[in-house]
Every structure is written in C-alpha cells, then in structure tokens.
C-alpha cells in the first residue's frame, strides 16, 4: 500500500469506538531498511487540556493496525495505550 492511499482516512480504535484522528495530520516513524512503517505519532488534539499543558502525542503501534478500510484505519488500543508529553 502506498502512502498516498492512506491519505484523508480517520483512525477508528476498535476498543471504545473513539476517533483518534486523521492519518493526514500524522507522522509516521518508518523503519528504513525493512520499509515498513512501525508506529503512527498522532498530534496532540485541540481542547482546554492542550491549553493547560495537557498536550500528549498518541502512539499507534503499527501492530495494533487492524484493518485500512476504504475511508477508515481501524487500531485496537486498550486504554493502556501509549502517549508521549510534548515540549
């Protein structure tokens, strides 16, 4: 699959049916020799929680990736998964 054909889809977890975000407004961190992509960094989301110093990162591990629809990319989360502080 390529890049471009996940453009424009929403991430979807599986777990509690939340939206996560959209696959445009994220980075991906790719391992280079294998050329596969490991884990998908989701932005913070907008809110007072962001305002407040609440600003975290979601980390998708492409492990967690259980099935790219044609508009959606559903993930299966526990609420375990894992968020990153920002500076």
Do not use: D, F, H, P
């Given at each position: 699959m390529r890049l471009t054909e996940l453009m424009?889809?929403?991430?979807?977890n599986l777990y509690d049916g939340s939206r996560l975000g959209?696959?445009?407004d994220a980075d991906l961190i790719i391992n280079i020799a294998e050329g596969t992509v490991n884990t998908i960094v989701l932005p913070p989301r907008g809110g007072l929680?962001?305002?407040f110093g609440g600003r975290q990162e979601v980390l998708i591990p492409w492990e967690c990736v259980h099935k790219i629809g044609s508009e959606v990319i559903v993930v299966n989360l526990d609420p375990s998964y894992?968020?990153?502080?920002?500076d």
């Open positions: 424009g889809k929403e991430i979807i959209n696959i445009a929680g962001s305002l894992s968020r990153r502080g920002r």
